[in-house]
């Protein structure tokens, strides 16, 4: 069983037009920015799984109920629960008609007392029809494990009665044999502690201080040991320490050169590091791997191993580590009356670095794919889990226009050979455009390196907007328009340019069009009259018919990016300044070229054929030009005013005020 | 622990598809509980549990009670099982459950008392006349057509509106709400519409076993059947057709003796009577249906050998009630059994008090509920007591509830605040007189009591008419003169325990006492009558009855009847009765 859908309202952010998540089996991330709702959502959960319980570790409380913006709060609050492959016995929750599905539903109102008090009242129940019952047992059916954001997985790992170690134990050791045989040794092992004399003589004391002050009338005596021999004492002391995999022999050491001899060996080289004084050794490793090591070696290698970390010695990482996998570890027992284990995980990326991040994510990963019943919610500002978790996996938060939105990203109309490339694409960085508030995708590198500096020279820097900028290193926008524009809302998650090339005069059906090999010096005449009446490319067009929407919008260059910049009769000098310095014996010869018309197309044209015929160096060509820029910046920066300045192409301009802000009237 | 016997074991030792047919005595109930313990105490499965039914609260309590006993301390019987009434199991699980499949637009059913809504008021005259008797006879069939006793409604109403059955009983579905007796016959409809439904409670509740299943409908029975289609493991249906007593609440052991020709289910017996005596056995068994033309059951309790034969008192027309009773009480004492409630019963077929008492005492519906609240109050009842006194002042003072959307609740609030109403309810119902007392003086004190609320809560009347108009009875009967004079207990009482208990046949069913007596008032028409006991078919309800008071007692049976010229011999030949003349 597992959650598939989850509907809020009116509870903490989320209003009263309700807020639907959209869950699959197996791993879930919700994203989205600070105070979007993400941990109102785990708590929902939590808050609804343990509604009708005795034992509850979270509340509904008064102000738990949405505020609205004129400053109203809402006096009822509801959370719905859908879950999928129910079992028929779970009669409460289960639905007759769509029989593997179910679902239930509390309602939490504000009522006052007749002393004038405020108080939250809750009405729970299972199926479509209110009043029908729902009881602990079929909650209980859940089991749920929380890690919260705000967590100290380190005093959850120390020894307690209710420590994740201790629930392990009780789920692996679930048979009465197996729980006497643990305690049997360990009252074995306490008699045999007794039997030292120091302990001896310790109780000896005690007992006869304890009779003389009860004056024999209450008989007790007690008995000394380190865990009282009864299985809940077990448990609640159980802990756990890492022992690292290194251990030091000092130079003295009497097997010292027997094992510094083994190190020249091919074979045992990479269990033994030589420093000063001493050799680090991976003796486990050692000794599986040499199997004929002598008792006696053996037993001294294994008398080094013996110092070890407490758990309030490790990082607070490998703490989580060790709390998540002993968390899994427990849900991958079977347990009767147990139909779903559910594992709600808050930023799960906290004091990971990003390489166990993806180590985490390919456990979690493997455990749900192993383990029909794991559900794992987890909420994350992580681009590098977003990146390899899967489209269909997340759910998106969003505010747009002050109201709280989310995006399921299943729902988004992709086709599955656009998910995949979409998910083959999106990598870390690329990822990052679920945290932006815009998105420019642009084709090429030219463009990402020179957009960056055309939204500082026009005032709009991308970071002071949260834009990112994505490219997408050719043409295959659709996918990515597609999964911006979120189903049946007019308010997307963010808003998204697309600069993109007209790409005309490129079809050899068309009498417009230009040859491939053509080149700067060669004849050019009637070619500008070609760009001048071409029609933008079919693949333009397309994409550009699917970003007739308010979320996506595509801004197309005359011709390409290239020639669109050297329309421009200020950017000339630079474009040709930043070719010679990229091509200094091509170069100089383009510009002469270039500074004998006075066609303004004409030299635009140029430019682009020697771009086009030497591609290899268009990032350097980049690069030079936008060092130009960033010097000019930094001279409008420092108030200095620039002589004919280079001016962005106004679809450009377009492209950046669409994803920044509206455009300012002074521009008009 | 008891031991069993071979019959018992067989039937703990069974599983599947089973009927038990028990006879009376056989430890029915203790066999039940103990199969249900076996269950109980091997059980392993969540989420799953069995279902031990019954036709009364009653029965079942006492099922539960006798589990209880057997069981280690500390045990209780609850989810995931169930052990309660087969009705409550249907309306719990299924009916309300999943009922909103079969209402446009869905929404969760509601279960109402047919006596409650049955408003004197509503009613066309002619209806009243003419046809009307309970609410409750009218039921929608499956064709959607309405229906009363079976029998499609042709009143044509008025031209423009239906007749005022048609609109009630829309009304109340348009709301979604059902009488008790509908819902086995709409489940089936749901359960047929949807298997799944049926799938699902043979997987929650793989195990049931069905007591007193002599009283279940036809309806109940076929909804059975669909859980033992639908994968159900085992089905116990265990009864005893000879007492099946209850048709006028739809049971018919009809369906019962189908399952016992069912060749389908295995059949088991219990014939051994551990509570009467077998000259006890040996007498009634000519009035059972089943064993009259086999042998008596096999006496094998503590008192199997007790040597009293059954007696049958004849006694003239003008015997008193009270001297007949002496006469019983002077054969107990001979019999050395002490003259208590929980020994000696005397019981009849009808209402204890049904010769003292006139017909068409209440002359207002708010009158009656009035009464009957008192007489709830007297008996411990508070919660009805509460609801039949608060209707009551409801339809004095604020509205009619003939009209089925009104919710008291509702009403009330928009005139003063319901905890304001609550007390004014309260006040009323404490000081209400008692039931012991006369209805002449009863009335009298019941009018101050409501005009003095009246006043001092500054409330008004309905209709502006007086208290008298609307609290009253009938001034006069002529075949009862002194009928003021009869307390109004009378009117509700089915069964006292003062000297000895005093009850209907029903009062008593399930019971075992050392001695008991049935008293036959009637000499002519359909009831008990010694024509009828002598000469009517036992395959009658009105056998059954008497079949029931007969195989109460332990040690002695009596029945008293009037001295009359019916041939007796056959059923009570003097061999097997001692005949006693009064």
């Known amino acids: 069983m597992y959650i598939q859908e989850v509907r809020i309202q009116n509870f903490r952010v989320f209003g009263n037009e309700g807020v639907t998540f959209l869950f699959n089996k197996g791993i879930n991330v919700v994203i989205g920015e600070n105070n979007s709702g993400k941990s109102a959502l785990i708590d929902a959960i939590r808050i609804a799984f343990s509604c009708v319980l005795y034992k509850k570790d979270i509340f509904f409380s008064k102000t738990d109920f949405h505020v609205n913006v004129a400053g109203e709060k809402a006096t009822s609050a509801q959370i719905d629960i859908y879950l999928k492959d129910v079992p028929k016995n779970l009669i409460e929750i289960w639905d007759p008609v769509q029989t593997d599905c179910g679902e239930f539903h509390v309602i939490f109102t504000l009522e006052k007392t007749p002393a004038g008090a405020d108080k939250v009242k809750y009405r729970a129940w299972g199926g479509k029809c209110e009043g029908n019952s729902l009881s602990a047992d079929t909650l209980e059916a859940v089991n749920l494990a929380y890690l919260s954001a705000l967590r100290d997985a380190t005093n959850e790992m120390r020894p307690s009665r209710n420590s994740k170690l201790a629930e392990l134990l009780e789920t692996i050791a679930n048979k009465p044999e197996e729980k006497e045989s643990l305690v049997e040794k360990l009252r074995t092992a306490n008699q045999e502690i007794l039997q030292s004399e120091s302990l001896g003589k310790t109780k000896q004391v005690i007992n006869e201080n304890l009779l003389s002050i009860e004056q024999n009338l209450l008989h007790q005596t007690v008995d000394l040991g380190f865990v009282e021999p009864k299985f809940e004492s077990i448990t609640a002391s159980l802990r756990s320490w890492i022992i690292p995999r290194w251990h030091f022999m000092e130079a003295c050491h009497q097997y010292y050169s027997l094992i510094s001899d083994l190190e020249h060996t091919e074979e ?3 269990f033994i590091h030589i420093q000063d004084g001493g050799l680090y050794i991976d003796i486990d490793a050692l000794i599986e791997k040499k199997k004929d090591l002598d008792i006696a070696i053996k037993e001294a290698l294994l008398a080094l191993k013996t110092h070890s970390f407490e758990i309030f010695q490790n990082g607070l990482g490998y703490n989580n580590l060790l709390f998540m996998s002993a968390v899994l570890g427990d849900m991958s027992f079977a ?73 399921p990203l299943v729902k988004a109309s992709l086709t599955d050979e656009e998910r995949d490339y979409l998910e083959k694409y999106l990598d870390v960085t690329k990822s990052q455009l679920f945290f932006a508030k815009g998105v420019i995708f642009v084709e090429g590198i030219s463009e990402a390196i020179l957009v960056p500096e055309f939204t500082k020279l026009i005032d709009r820097p991308l970071d002071m907007y949260a834009v990112e900028l994505v490219n997408i290193n050719g043409v295959g926008f659709s996918p990515f328009a597609k999964m911006m524009k979120v189903p049946g809302q007019d308010a997307g998650f963010a808003k998204a340019s697309i600069i993109t090339d007209d790409d005309r005069c490129a079809n050899k059906e068309e009498p417009t069009y230009i040859p491939k090999d053509l080149d700067f010096n060669d004849d050019l005449t009637g070619i500008t009259d070609k760009i001048e009446h071409g029609t933008p490319s079919d693949r333009y067009n397309s994409i550009s018919d699917l970003c007739s929407n ?11 990016f290239e020639y669109a910049l050297a329309l421009e009769p200020n950017n000339i000098s630079y474009m040709l300044d930043a070719i010679a310095s990229a091509y200094p014996i091509a170069g100089p010869k383009l510009k002469i070229k270039v500074n004998e018309t006075s066609d303004q197309q004409l030299k635009a044209l140029m430019i682009w054929l020697f771009i086009r015929s030497r591609n290899s160096a268009k990032a350097q060509v980049a690069l030079a030009l936008g060092r130009a820029l960033q010097k000019q910046s930094r001279a409008i920066e420092n108030g200095e005013t620039v002589a004919s300045p280079f001016i962005v192409p106004q679809y450009i301009k377009d492209a950046i005020y669409n994803v920044t802000r509206e455009k300012p009237a002074l521009e008009e | 622990m008891f031991s069993f016997t071979a019959e018992q074991i067989r039937f703990l030792e069974s599983s599947g598809k089973v009927v038990l047919h028990a006879c009376p005595g056989s430890g029915k109930t203790t066999v039940v509980a103990q199969k249900m313990i076996n269950y109980l105490q091997n059980w392993n499965r969540s989420h799953q549990g069995i279902a031990v039914l019954s036709f009364t609260n009653v029965a079942s309590d006492e099922i539960s009670r006798q589990a209880l006993e057997m069981l280690p301390k500390g045990f209780s019987i609850e989810d995931p099982h169930f052990v309660g009434t087969l009705d409550s199991f249907i309306d719990n699980y299924i009916f309300l459950r999943f009922g909103y499949l079969l209402l446009k637009p869905p929404k969760r059913p509601t279960i109402i008392s047919s006596d409650i809504v049955n408003s004197y008021r509503y009613w066309r005259k002619e209806c009243y006349t003419r046809c009307l008797s309970s609410i409750g006879d009218f039921k929608w069939a499956s064709n959607g057509k309405l229906t009363k006793n079976g029998n499609e409604i042709t009143c044509s109403g008025n031209g423009r509106y239906e007749p005022p059955c048609i609109q009630f009983k829309k009304a109340l579905l348009s709301k979604g709400q059902f009488f008790q007796d509908e819902v086995a016959r709409l489940t089936c409809i749901l359960l047929e519409k949807y298997p799944e439904i049926a799938k699902c409670i043979a997987s929650r509740f793989p195990v049931i076993i069905l007591d007193e299943a002599q009283d279940t409908s036809q309806e109940q029975m076929k909804l059975l059947d669909f859980l033992c289609a639908a994968g159900l493991e085992s089905m116990y249906i265990v009864g005893d057709p000879d007492q099946s007593i209850y048709e006028w609440r739809n049971a018919n052991p009809e369906s019962f003796l189908k399952k016992m020709r069912d060749t389908g289910w295995q059949q088991l017996v219990l014939t051994k009577n551990f509570r009467s005596s077998q000259l006890i056995c040996n007498a009634t068994f000519v009035f059972s249906d089943i064993y009259k033309d086999k042998k008596a059951n096999e006496a094998s309790g503590l008192f199997a050998g007790y040597n009293k034969k059954p007696i049958l008192f004849l006694y003239e027309k003008d015997t008193t009630e009270s001297s007949i009773v002496e006469r019983f009480k002077e054969e107990c004492a001979a019999c050395d059994i002490s003259f208590s409630p929980d020994k000696v019963a005397v019981v009849t077929r009808g209402r204890i008090h049904s010769g003292n008492i006139v017909k068409n005492l209440w002359k207002t519906p708010e009158t009656e509920l009035l009464a009957k609240s008192s007489f709830a109050w007297m008996s411990g009842d508070r919660s009805k007591a509460y609801s039949f006194c608060e209707k009551a002042l409801f339809q004095l003072t604020i509205k009619d509830l003939k009209d089925i959307n009104v919710s008291i609740e509702q009403e009330v609030s928009k005139i003063l605040p319901y905890s304001q109403w609550k007390q004014i309810v309260i006040e009323v119902l404490t000081s209400l007189p008692l039931a012991t007392e006369q209805c002449g003086q009863w009335i009298t004190n019941v009018k101050a009591i409501i005009q003095e609320t009246l006043t001092t809560h500054n409330l008004t009347l309905l209709k502006g008419t007086t208290v008298a108009d609307l609290i009253k009875i009938k001034t006069h009967d002529t075949q009862n003169r002194n009928f003021k004079q009869i307390p109004i207990k009378n009117y509700f009482e089915v069964k006292t325990c003062n000297e000895y208990t005093y009850s209907s046949v029903h009062g008593v069913k399930g019971e075992t006492y050392d001695a008991l007596m049935l008293l036959i008032k009637g000499t002519r028409g359909n009831t008990l009558t010694p024509s009828f006991l002598a000469s009517g078919s036992t395959d009658t309800e009105l056998m059954r009855i008497a079949y029931v008071a007969m195989t109460r007692p332990r040690k002695l049976l009596a029945i008293a009847m009037p001295k009359s010229t019916v041939q007796l011999d056959i059923r009570f030949p003097r061999k097997k009765w001692d005949y006693i003349e009064i």
């Not at chain 1, 794919?369 to 994350?380: C, D, L, R």
């Not at chain 1, 269909?392 to 989310?406: A, G, P, R």
């Not at chain 1, 801004?555 to 390409?560: A, E, L, P, Q, R």
């Open chain 1, 268 to 270: 045992y080289k990479p």
């Open chain 1, 335 to 407: 347990k009767s009356g147990i139909y779903a284990n559910l594992f709600l995980v808050e930023e799960p990326e906290a004091h990971l670095h990003p390489q166990l991040q993806e180590l985490i994510l390919n456990f979690f990963a493997k455990k749900v794919a192993h383990y029909e019943n794991i559900q794992v919610i987890m909420t994350s500002h992580s681009p590098t889990l977003v990146s390899k978790i899967g489209i269909k996996h997340i759910n998106l938060l969003y505010e747009n226009q002050h109201k709280l939105y989310n995006y």
């Open chain 1, 550 to 560: 308010n979320i996506v919008r595509c801004f197309g260059s005359v011709k390409t």
